[in-house]
């Protein structure tokens, strides 16, 4: 018999012809991982899959080597669906197969350093004699009785014989033994911080007015909303802090960093009597197709706050009576702890959530529940897609539109889009849920590839927030981030005692320059991009199209100096904040403040118990949280998004800013929106303060086809970088000039090559090539084929060139 394989560490991308030795065939199928000796280096066993298993050989065939042991034991790690899943995303994202079924299955099943063999606890009945026939068997029984639990490479060892999986496999089955992976606990990772020491007198900290440092120090570890504050933030130097040790003020501690998954984030179940019309209305569209039992793709369209959550939850009630099983996926987990709890008190044990923060052990024991049916329903982030869940019945995909769904390294696939690609495979429904659909899926609906489900209003007759623009031009400024009208309005809501939300969009500031008098931006006049700053040789560029402008130094539209460079953080916002509300603890949520275990959980958990009602952060904010009492909302600089070289910069600002807006105003108080915006007269606004996520698509979707950009083409960005700058760019427009000669000039746009929006990174020149394509896809193989001669000619000058289908980010 012969095996079609792909192995590991194999630098071709072609299928594998494996040999099949005799007493192995019998254990194998397809989607098995195995132990693979390739003919050109017999000693080094690899691990590889096996795609499908043949009886005879074409003549004059030669195998590339032998099979020699099977893994798992001996169950396949792949479905017939996720490997046709892997092959889908290899040929669709331009990656080698081997790199898709990589990313398919999660890192501790890629190892088989941690495989242990542990003796079970039997009698001798009848059957036993069978199994224990070889003398091999009998050996290894001793030597498991003389050390338990050893790990299958010391048994070899012990018994100096190699590939002991098979004969494992076979005792495991007769119920001799068990083959488990076993990865040592690693302790937490810790850091260290420092606190106040409790009961501080005033006494011991008044000497301090002669040492400005350390009373900063001392004054914000009083502020911090954590017990500890690290050293490395808030710019304080460590060596303040070890001052503040010595005199008896602070005092050192080890705090854990993020390792384990927990959202830590409770609230107590809430029974929903009654489905609204509207949801009663989805809900039967989405049963009617499942219980069909044909692939069908739905777009459920529902306003913030139209309680898309309870409607998932229903149809998989279904599908789980039904005897199939389902897939969640959501952008970040950590980031909407509710959406999670609220499956977990449906479902229970039936669910598996699945985190990165998750230890080894705890992703291989998550992923074996699935694989066995002890749980039948995945739900977690991107990767969950590839939930090793046989006979799935429903793939719902929340927050749809969320930039996250795509992986930033090789293979570069989209979580949603092969969501859909592998409810096709499953004859599964798949919903894509969003308040702000990407406008690709849109665009589907619109086509009638999708269905189109609509939740327009919200539930309990709640009215959406009202939305307000403040031109920061025209209005005095308490501060310099905050304008008097949101003052005012901040002031009012905690005289009720009611909450506020205010996000500071940082993702604006990514290269380019804002005037902070006029609110000016400087843009390609070629594709209407920002222009990148590059200050080695003080221009602005467009990266897409590589034109380039000099750079005064004052705003070409006003001349004034006054000009934003880069990160405006939430960090002095909040030193603003703490002046003008002196009595009001500020809870404050970005990447300096989230980055040790659980910290997401203890100031959501705060802000909902109302230890807090002033929130302040990054996009963090805007994600799906439901606080009853947050009655406003101010976005502090509700216009930087526009500031993105990106052409899908309008549509991810409009989205984030409806997100963050439906985070006020419920039942029982209605909401307000905020903007405050020095460029008010763009035309996102007015569809935005109208609530018409409809008709700013058509808008946008007019310059989207004018400007040839998706979803009226096919986008690829191909990268090329290496410390030498002349061979990225040399090799860049090499690629260029072949792609001009293989595709036809009508079915394609070739910009570039162009420096990317970082121009070096890590030492590396980097340079882009952009392709809109019209119609079919690049043919995998002629690109695969481009990548390999061009890499392999400026092998010296450590080129690498990575293609990104569909990209989401053109940074
Ligand atoms: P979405 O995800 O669409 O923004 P959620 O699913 O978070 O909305 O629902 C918003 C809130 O409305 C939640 O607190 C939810 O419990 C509540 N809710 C949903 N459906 C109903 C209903 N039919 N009756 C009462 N409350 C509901
Ligand atoms: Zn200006
Ligand atoms: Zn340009």
């Known amino acids: 018999m012969d095996a079609y394989i792909y192995a590991e560490n194999y630098l071709r991308d072609e299928l594998l012809l494996a040999d099949v030795p005799e007493e192995l065939a019998e254990e194998l199928q397809p989607g098995c991982q195995v132990l693979f000796s390739p003919a050109s280096n017999r000693r080094k066993n690899v691990i590889a899959y096996i795609l499908r298993l043949e009886k005879s050989r074409p003549a004059g065939l030669m195998a590339d080597g032998t099979l020699v042991d099977v893994l798992n034991s001996a169950h396949p790690v792949l479905t017939t669906v996720t490997m046709k899943l892997a092959l889908w995303i290899a040929e669709y994202y331009i990656s080698r197969p081997i790199e898709a079924i ?14 242990i063999v542990e003796l079970c606890e039997f009698q001798l009945q009848s059957g036993t004699e069978k199994i224990v026939t070889t003398t091999l068997r009998k050996k290894i029984l001793r030597a498991l009785q003389e050390s338990n639990k050893p790990t299958v ?15 494992l496999t076979v005792m495991e089955r007769g119920g001799l033994v068990q083959l488990k992976k076993k990865f040592p606990q690693s302790g937490p990772k810790t850091r260290t911080a420092y606190r106040l020491r409790p009961n501080l007198s005033d006494e011991v900290t008044e000497p301090l007015k002669r040492a400005p ?3 900063e120090a001392v004054e ?75 692939f069908t793709p739905f777009l459920l369209h529902g306003v913030t706050g139209s309680g898309k959550t309870i409607v998932y939850i229903e149809l998989l009630k279904q599908v789980l009576e039904s005897g199939r099983n389902a897939i969640v996926l959501v952008p970040e ?10 499956f977990r008190q449906h479902f229970g044990d039936d669910i598996q959530i699945l985190h990165s923060a998750m230890s080894n052990q705890e992703k291989y024991d998550a992923w074996q529940n699935l694989r066995n049916g002890k749980a039948r329903i995945a739900l977690g982030a991107r990767s969950t897609i590839f939930a090793p869940l046989c006979n799935v019945g429903a793939i719902i995909v929340d927050e749809e539109h969320d930039a996250a769904y795509k992986q930033d390294r090789t293979p570069r696939y989209h979580g949603r889009d092969t969501a859909v690609m592998r409810a096709k495979l499953e004859q599964a429904i798949c919903v894509l849920g969003s308040a702000t659909p990407s406008f690709e899926s849109y665009s589907n609906a619109e086509k009638g590839k999708y269905r189109l489900l609509r939740l327009p209003d919200r539930v309990d007759n709640a009215a959406m927030p009202a939305m307000k623009l403040v031109p920061m031009l025209e209005n005095r400024r308490i501060t310099p981030s905050l304008s008097e009208v949101l003052y005012l309005q901040i002031k009012e809501r905690l005289k009720r005692d009611e909450q506020v939300i205010l996000l500071q969009n940082r993702r604006g500031f990514a290269g380019s320059v804002l005037c902070m008098e006029c609110g000016h931006i400087t843009m390609c006049k070629h594709c209407n991009v920002p222009m990148v700053y590059h200050a080695s040789s003080r221009q602005q560029r467009c990266h897409y199209c590589g034109h380039a402008v000099a750079f005064s130094g004052n705003c070409p539209k006003c001349s004034s100096a006054n000009l934003l460079y880069k990160s405006s953080g939430t960090e ?10 002196p009595e009001e603890k500020i809870l404050r949520m970005d990447v300096d403040t989230t980055n040790t275990k659980g910290s997401h959980a203890i100031i959501l958990n705060a802000f909902h118990k109302k230890q807090a009602r002033i929130l302040l952060g990054t996009q963090m904010v805007a994600k799906g949280l439901d606080f009853p009492d947050v009655s406003l909302v101010g976005v502090l600089m509700a216009d930087i998004g526009l500031n993105i070289p990106d052409f899908r910069s309008g549509e991810r600002l409009f989205s984030l800013l409806m997100q963050v807006a439906g985070r006020a105003g419920r039942a029982a108080i209605p909401g307000e929106v905020y903007l405050q915006a020095y460029n008010t ?8 303060l109208r609530g018409s996520y409809e008709a700013f698509y058509q808008e946008e979707m007019v310059s989207r086809k004018e400007l040839h950009y998706p979803p009226f083409t096919r986008m690829v960005v191909i990268e090329f970088t290496s410390p030498d700058e002349t061979a990225a760019e040399k090799s860049a427009s090499a690629c260029v000039d072949h792609l001009r000669s293989y595709l036809k000039r009508d079915s394609c746009h070739i910009l570039g090559p162009a420096p990317a929006g970082i121009s070096r990174m890590k030492g590396r020149f980097r340079y882009q090539v952009l392709l809109k394509l019209q119609g079919r896809p690049l043919a995998a193989d002629y690109l695969k084929h481009l990548q390999y001669s061009l890499m392999n000619t400026w092998k010296k000058h450590h080129l690498s060139m990575i293609i990104d289908v569909d990209p989401q980010s053109l940074m």
């Open 572 to 581: 002095r916002i909040a030193e603003e904040l703490r002046e003008l509300f």
């Open 213 to 215: 440092r350390q009373a």
């Open 220 to 294: 914000k570890m009083r502020q911090s909303q954590h017990a500890s504050l690290f050293a490395q933030d808030n710019g304080i130097a460590r060596q303040t802090l070890e001052s503040l040790v010595k005199k008896g003020i602070a005092e050192k501690i080890r705090v854990e960093i993020q390792s384990s998954f927990s959202t830590g984030f409770t609230e107590p179940k809430k029974i929903i009597e009654q489905l609204s019309s509207a949801q009663h209305h989805a809900l039967k569209e989405l049963s009617n197709a499942f219980h069909s039992g044909s």
């Open 681 to 688: 007269d763009n035309p996102l606004f007015a569809h935005l």
């Open 153 to 167: 490479r010391q048994l070899e060892r012990k018994l100096g014989k190699h590939n002991l999986y098979r004969t």
């Open 333 to 342: 987990i950590s980031l909407t702890p509710q959406t999670a709890s609220r």
């Open 102 to 115: 990589n990313a398919l299955l999660p890192a501790p099943l890629k190892t088989t350093v941690q495989d």
